[in-house]
């Protein structure tokens, strides 16, 4: 059971999972989000950041700590944003086109429904015909696998200003939402040097503060111009730029996350192998992605945890996997006991 949003599955939806099987909000563990459940501490906030308009000063250094965490080449610009998917929402109407694009259909499928409400049409043929504009989205690690995606060839990687040859009419998307637990040399931002390519960046996630609404959006500076207009004026709030800020500086606490992220996701695994799931375990440091044995009998294991209350997310694509976050660190215990029972 996935909580549906106009067709498309996405975690959370924990409401819905108390009016089946009952309890309070309180008394349920929401596993099914892929959330850091350890979030950056968020220290006391100037009280401007609630009663005033978000100012330059506020914006610019956000952009500035993000510049330098993510390494961003200087050809590109960054823009933050009210949380990634009012970028996904955007994108397929602001890159060339509309035309034709690529994306996984067992991925996020937030992408597919913007394309197709921005007039794309999926690309089936065998080849792309060189005069249609070309759209391929691509998750970076992907939900639910975590397998990454190949990127192209950094060595023989084109010219900074590269418009034309391969990249003409063509728009490579990474959506790198859950690419912050893993190395930071594996993230494909230095793609960007090319206008061709386009990064989606989540703060929610890795942070765990997904109510703060930020995203980010890396690419060339006439698309980031026309994703600010398309936002309007202060679209991201004032403590979101601030809390923001404060984390993309504080390197100190993304290793330290990373390293007990690591940690814990095999924690997780262990538990719930030797509960019975395949070894073959899926997924990122944020959220593990198992298989059932048995067809369809994923549901059955949401709705055994269910009743412990433990929600979990399941796939219709795919009724053989089911994925879990990491609880929170009081949490481990009822979770041992649930699979037990």
Same mark, same amino acid.
């Not at 956000?62 to 960054?78: G, K, Y």
């Not at 690419?179 to 793609?191: H, Y």
């Given at each position: ?9 996405? !975690? ?145 990687? !084109? ?183």
């Amino acid at each position: 059971m996935t909580e549906p949003s106009g067709g498309r599955e996405h !975690g959370g939806g924990l409401d819905a999972a108390i009016d089946r099987w009952g309890g309070t909000r309180d008394a349920w563990i929401d596993l099914s989000t892929g959330i850091n459940p350890v979030p950056y501490p968020i220290s006391d906030l100037d009280p401007y950041c609630w009663t005033a308009l978000p100012d330059r000063a506020a914006h610019d250094r956000l952009v500035r700590a993000a510049r330098e965490f993510w390494d961003v080449p200087s050809e590109a610009e960054i823009l933050p944003t009210p949380g990634a998917s009012a970028l996904i929402a955007r994108l397929p109407g602001l890159i060339p086109g509309p035309g034709e694009f690529v994306v996984d259909p067992h991925s996020y499928g937030e992408w597919r429904a913007a394309f197709l409400a921005s007039g794309w049409q999926p690309h089936v043929a065998t080849q792309h015909d060189a005069g249609i504009p070309h759209a391929e989205v691509s998750v970076h690690p992907d939900n639910p696998t975590g397998i990454y995606a190949p990127g192209p060839d950094r060595a023989s990687f !084109g010219p900074a200003s590269c418009t034309d040859g391969p990249y003409e009419g063509f728009t490579a998307i990474y959506d790198e939402s859950f690419a912050d637990c893993v190395d930071p040399k594996d993230s494909l931002v230095w793609t960007t040097r090319s206008p061709a390519f386009v990064v989606v960046k989540s703060f929610g996630k890795f942070w765990g503060l997904a109510g703060l609404r930020l995203g980010f959006l890396i690419g060339s500076p006439g698309l980031v111009a026309r994703m600010a207009e398309a936002l309007g004026p202060w679209p991201v709030s004032g403590p979101a730029l601030a809390i923001g800020a404060a984390a993309l500086e504080d390197r100190a606490w993304a290793e330290e996350t990373r390293t007990r992220l690591v940690r814990d996701a095999a924690r997780l695994d262990d538990l719930m192998c030797g509960a019975g799931m395949h070894r073959e375990v899926l997924g990122t440091p944020l959220f593990r992605t198992y298989t059932v044995p048995g067809f369809g009998a994923a549901a059955d294991w949401q709705e055994r945890l269910a009743r412990q209350r433990i929600w979990s997310r399941t796939f219709s694509h795919s009724p053989a996997l089911l994925r879990l976050g990491l609880p929170d660190p009081d949490d481990w215990s009822r979770l041992e006991t649930a699979l037990a029972a």
